[in-house]
């Protein structure tokens, strides 16, 4: 059964200067469940927005985006919310931790908007990730890798069916890079979560056995250059 | 999720940005807080005063002195607080003692204070006959008496002897006038034979001696005739010379006071008769209303601009916490939900505070009852309670999540995806 499906999805920008630049153009694209999927991209390819838009962060121009069985263009922005907030787990590229929070607490905020805080299944889920020790530590008293660590706990925090991961790895050495990417993988295909990794890191990239190239199926070109939109 | 997980959700989101936000917090409660003890220190020192100085609780029913203003006649031998604005012939205190509709008169000479505190010349119905409240006389302390109005004997109000250090067997020279001045000095020496109980009224801030060692004190000199009359040792007065400040009159019946006020106001040109009391004070409070508007219109002002600092302290934060709000968006939080946390931080800012303003309120009270007695004698009481002091916090809540509105609408339309990670 598919968790993501996506048909002819399409978003643009209006430019400072009033001109429109398309920045996704995905024909079709798909995810089945418990699927692991790296999409390779380069920066300014439009990765965070496809994320986005998958995630229902962002509202399509047009198209459909199918995630978890519910059409996002037909729901309203307070259904989309309740949906990311039920079936979605994201893990971003500086990981979004909430500062005046602990780790536990983080991770409690990834189930308070969705079925509901689980205080004993968020401690297993940062047991599980080697943090049982920092449950009460503020993410400034943490290492990047911890910190990164409870990013990861907090998006299986409501048992996701599809986790987002956006350059997760970004922020960390090789050797820490591959460490935490076998435990993304491993702790979505305990929780049954598919997930989808975008990166362009050849190495993260290599790791998996399905990869797509996000130039391929989006047909709009990348910008050239850093942090640009494309055309 | 039911409702009570909602709001408990939301508690948790506030109480974790209060703690995050935790100087900028304080500071705004604290502003609160002055706000609303001051507006409610207003209202209610406003309703206590009125009601002290207006309320009738003083004994008598009326005064009658000189020809003049009622109102200093009342301030000048209920409160001790004007000067006398003359004396009136001891014949008319006799002749207002003997009226049947009169049930009590007694007569005041005043014009000589001990380090400020007036002393008042009187008779021993001060103490036997006059009821400060419905069945309570005035009573000295273990140890004392009430005076003989034979020798140069003092009672001291308690708060004149708290004040002074006095007691009963301490001995004093007043000084002439009704203000302190230490070149007035009289020659002779009273002694003090009792101290009397707290009454919490004016009387507390009183010194009472014999009426008859008031004329006869050197320096004094007796008009009751037209002529100058000076007292002599071991000579009677007579009656037609001696004079008094005032009479203080409490009578059997209503109508009494409004017969005599025809009497002695309309048609009478020899004295003034202030009745009643309460009414002679509750004039001289609607002539200051203006007074009582501005000191409200302050108070709400005050309270306005609180509201504006928890506005502009949670406005302030904001732009740092864009990217909280887009973090709690994009792990599923309802815009609803920010907005609601917005609005309820606000309203915890403003409950706080206006918890915290019941400590302003009791201490800006306390002083001002402290200074109320001091100068008059009344005594307010704090935990008295007042409309306002529900009211004031109620609506400084009401007016904390009303100014949490504007952040909270800005926070409601923050852009989520602008404000997590760059674009990559």
Redesign the interface.
């Known amino acids: 059964m598919k968790v993501l499906e996506i048909k002819n999805l399409k978003k643009s920008y209006l430019s400072p200067e009033g001109e429109r630049h398309d920045i996704v153009n995905v024909s079709f694209f798909s995810l089945g469940g418990g699927d692991q999927l790296a999409l390779a991209?380069e920066?300014?390819?439009g990765?965070?927005?496809f994320l986005?838009l998958i995630?229902g962060?962002?509202k399509p121009d047009e198209g459909d985006v199918t995630l978890a069985g519910k059409h996002l263009p037909t729901l309203s922005?307070?259904q989309r919310?309740?949906l990311?907030?039920?079936s979605?787990g994201?893990i971003?590229?500086?990981f979004?931790?909430?500062?005046?929070?602990t780790a536990l607490?983080n991770v409690k905020?990834?189930m308070?908007?969705?079925?509901?805080?689980d205080a004993s299944y968020a401690t297993s889920l940062l047991d599980r990730v080697g943090l049982k020790a920092r449950l009460n530590y503020l993410p400034r008293q943490m290492s990047v890798g911890q910190q990164q660590r409870v990013a990861v706990a907090?998006a299986l925090a409501?048992h996701p069916k599809l986790v987002l991961a956006?350059?997760p790895t970004g922020h960390l050495d090789p050797v820490r890079a591959m460490e935490s990417l076998t435990l993304i993988r491993q702790i979505c295909r305990e929780n049954g979560a598919a997930l989808l990794l975008?990166s362009?890191d050849k190495e993260i990239l290599a790791k998996f056995e399905r990869i797509e190239n996000l130039s391929r199926i989006n047909r709009v070109p990348a910008m050239t250059g850093s942090?640009g939109?494309k055309k | 999720m039911n409702l009570l997980e909602k709001l408990k959700n939301l508690i948790f989101l506030v109480k974790r940005s209060l703690k995050q936000h935790a100087l900028s917090t304080m500071i705004t409660v604290f502003s609160v807080a002055l706000a609303t003890g001051l507006t409610m220190a207003v209202f209610s020192i406003q309703h206590q005063t009125r009601g002290a100085f207006t309320g009738g609780r003083v004994g008598f029913d009326a005064v009658l002195g000189a020809r003049g203003s009622q109102l200093q006649l009342v301030l000048n031998a209920v409160y001790q607080l004007e000067t006398s604005p003359g004396n009136i012939p001891w014949a008319l205190y006799e002749e207002v003692k003997k009226d049947p509709r009169v049930e009590l008169a007694i007569p005041y000479a005043v014009g000589d204070n001990y380090f400020g505190y007036r002393i008042v010349g009187t008779t021993g119905d001060i103490f036997t006959r006059f009821e400060y409240q419905m069945g309570k006389h005035l009573e000295v302390m273990n140890g004392g008496r009430f005076f003989d109005p034979l020798q140069k004997e003092a009672v001291i109000g308690s708060f004149v002897a708290q004040k002074l250090g006095l007691k009963a067997g301490s001995t004093f020279k007043p000084y002439h006038g009704l203000f302190f001045d230490p070149s007035m000095q009289h020659e002779e020496v009273f002694q003090i034979v009792g101290v009397l109980k707290t009454t919490n009224t004016p009387s507390d801030r009183v010194i009472w001696i014999p009426i008859d060692d008031v004329y006869r004190m050197k320096g004094h000199v007796l008009r009751g005739t037209g002529k100058e009359y000076t007292a002599k040792q071991g000579v009677e007065i007579p009656d037609a010379s001696k004079e008094v400040s005032a009479v203080m009159l409490k009578f059997h019946s209503p109508q009494a006071g409004f017969m005599l006020d025809q009497t002695i106001n309309r048609q009478g040109k020899v004295a003034t008769l202030a009745w009643p009391i309460g009414k002679v004070m509750a004039e001289l409070f609607d002539k200051m209303g203006w007074v009582t508007k501005i000191l409200t219109l302050v108070a709400y002002l005050v309270m306005l601009v609180a509201a504006g600092s928890i506005l502009s302290s949670l406005y302030n934060t904001l732009n740092e916490r864009r990217r909280e709000f887009a973090i709690l968006r994009s792990l599923g939080a309802r815009r609803s939900t920010v907005f609601s946390a917005i609005v309820l931080e606000a309203t915890a800012i403003a409950g706080m505070g206006s918890v915290v303003g019941y400590g302003v309120y009791l201490a800006i009270f306390s002083i001002a009852a402290l200074v109320v007695r001091q100068q008059t004698g009344v005594v307010m009481d704090v935990i008295q309670f007042h409309p306002s002091l529900l009211s004031v916090p109620i609506g400084m809540t009401i007016l904390g999540a009303v100014s949490g509105l504007v952040p909270a609408i800005k926070a409601y339309s923050t852009d989520v995806a602008r404000n997590l990670d760059p674009l990559s």
């Open positions: 991209g920066s300014g390819s990765k965070t927005t986005n995630a962060i962002l922005e307070g919310d309740l990311r907030a039920q979605l994201y971003f590229q500086t979004n931790l909430l500062q005046g929070y607490e905020l990834g308070m908007f969705g079925r509901g805080v907090r409501n956006d350059e975008v362009h942090g939109h």
